[in-house]
């Protein structure tokens, strides 16, 4: 792998100002770094699909594909894998648990990506009509979070639907066979069920409600503090590979090579890549190291998501306990140092 010394000089100094350690050497932490990723239409399966980090970092990337952030995130606190996309329900649920791991990066504000659907011909017109149904939602996830919480907000209880803990794939057949009434789930298994099915209500009511959800980059500590520059350089692939996807705009088509990518490494129609797609939220730098995502340490807007996901699942009996302060697991000195790179 090579760094022009010009390149790792000005990386140590910037790393050192943001309190983060440097490697002395020309080399990371590890020759082959592991990365986990989910079945999200995000930019970044463009990045996975080029080999981008690979050709940033020099460095030969394992790539893990997990069905859930609660595998995600088993497979983070094993230690067999160095950095994952998780739902910020996983993560809460995995800090407050005590898992060493730290936010670095918010892949995608979820906003209406994520919605209950019901069939049609189930008799749920209603949210008064989900007692009794089998609606299914892998558990751990954003989508089981929300679940919970629409049913809080609905007056329902878990006691009154029959909640069926479903992973994507698991949810896609059972809904083709007729065995569930509904699921909460994401794409590319949304775009399927919807059509034959309507939302009820999605994630992005569900965030105005007061309980916002996120798709985030999580790093293990050590492995982070061991080799920051690698983790800004693959925050700077995804920056970049999000902002050619904002750029584009209303051009974004099924022809765009980031929808290719994502077909590649996901699978589904093109044109439902380019309709989910629409549906996220993606943040720049500025936003990501601001008040609004990572940035303000507990007045900023992970933090307090983590807060407030925590302090539900903990009514929920989901957790056992809080943490004093979530900002310790969010750290935005990664993105600051990413967006040092692309000055």
Known sequence: ???????????????????????????????????????????????????????????????????????????????????????????????????????????????????????????????????????????VSTTHYHMLFALKEFGLSEKDV??????????????????????????????????????????KELSNWGKPTFDGLIASKSFAKESPEFVAKVIKVIAKADSTYRQAGADFSSEHPIAQSVKNIVGGELDQVVEAMALYEFPDIPAQVSCKWLGCQMEGGAAKALLYTSEFLLEEKKINGLQDDYSTFVNPAYAELAMKLTE
């Open 1 to 139: 792998m090579s760094k022009t010394g010009t390149f790792k000089n000005t990386l140590g100094t910037v790393a050192l100002s943001l309190g983060l350690a440097v490697t002395s050497g020309i080399s990371y932490a590890k020759d082959v770094v592991t990365i986990g990723y989910q079945g999200m239409f995000n930019p970044w399966k463009y990045a996975i699909d080029q080999k981008l980090v690979e050709k940033e970092t020099g460095v030969e990337i394992k790539w893990r594909k997990f069905d859930s952030g609660a595998k995600a995130i088993t497979g983070i606190a094993s230690g067999s894998v160095d950095l994952t996309v998780a739902g910020s329900s996983p993560i809460a649920t995995a800090v407050s648990r005590g898992v060493d791991v730290e936010l670095v990066w918010i892949m995608e504000n979820i906003a209406e990506a994520e919605a209950l659907v019901v069939r049609d011909g189930s008799g749920i017109k209603s949210p008064s009509d989900l007692k009794g149904k089998r609606i299914a939602v892998p558990f």
């Open 162 to 203: 029959k909640l069926v803990n479903m992973q994507p794939n698991a949810i896609s057949a059972a809904w083709a066979r007729g065995d569930i009434d509904g699921a909460f789930i994401w794409d590319p298994v949304l775009g399927n069920i919807k059509k034959e099915g309507s939302v009820l209500i999605s994630s």
